[in-house]
């Protein structure tokens, strides 16, 4: 099948230097997190261009089998029961596609960031800890490390010690915040660097924690 681009993009104001590719979640678009790009704080000079995938349309069964955009089907409310590992699999290669289009443009895989919200963030971790080509770095918010009894088999050794920026609401109803712990103390156990922070709010994202992404960010891509 051939790769067609569906993504909102937003070009750096200079020299392309850096991407970003950011997923957003469950039943969004890739407009989702657009309006979070001036709120990084991120200097003009970093020449960040951020690429946000729509994720294809499809059914999603806790929602009564209604169709909307989904990285994969979730099939039941506790996420580690019948996990559709197969859409989970494709949205990883549909990513890497994306990865692959930018280091064509001239962008080295080492100054590209995947990131990703809830189901986004769930893909992000997934893609990157198996990209074959060593990665800037992972943002996964509110989410949680799908499959992992797969990963030390399926792991890439070119991101075995990629930094991962890790966020979760203490409040989060929808991904419990012990599912985030419960990821990192995985990704952490198998030689990973990550950063996990709580934050007081619900299945969503807050001012601090954009602020800290940032800075995150900025310490990568400079």
Request: hydrophobic share 40%.
């Amino acid at each position: 099948m051939a790769f067609t681009q569906d993504a909102v993009v937003v070009e750096p104001k200079s020299n392309h230097k850096a991407s970003i590719i950011w997923l957003h979640g469950l039943g969004a678009d890739g407009h989702d997190f657009e309006p979070i790009v001036p709120e990084l704080g991120l200097s003009i000079d970093t020449g960040i261009k951020f690429i946000f995938p729509n994720a294809p349309v499809r059914p999603v069964t806790i929602n009564g089998g209604v169709a909307m955009r989904a990285w994969y089907d979730v099939r039941k409310t506790n996420l580690r029961e019948f996990e559709d590992e197969k859409s989970i699999v494709e949205s990883t290669v549909l990513i890497n596609h994306y990865i692959e289009k930018e280091v064509a443009n001239g962008i080295p895989s080492e100054k590209i960031i995947i990131a990703g919200f809830s189901q986004g963030g769930a893909i992000a971790l997934h893609c990157g800890t198996r990209y074959c080509d060593t990665l800037a770095g992972i943002v996964a918010l509110s989410t949680y490390l799908p499959l992992p009894q797969n990963l030390d088999a399926e792991k890439s050794a070119a991101n075995s010690d990629t930094s991962i920026f890790m966020a979760h609401g203490i409040y989060d109803l929808i991904i419990p915040v012990d599912q985030g712990k419960s990821s990192a103390a995985t990704l952490k156990e198998s030689g990973y660097d990550i950063q996990f922070i709580e934050y007081t709010m619900e299945h969503a994202v807050c001012m601090e924690e954009i602020t800290a992404i940032g800075k995150w960010i900025t310490e990568r891509l400079a």
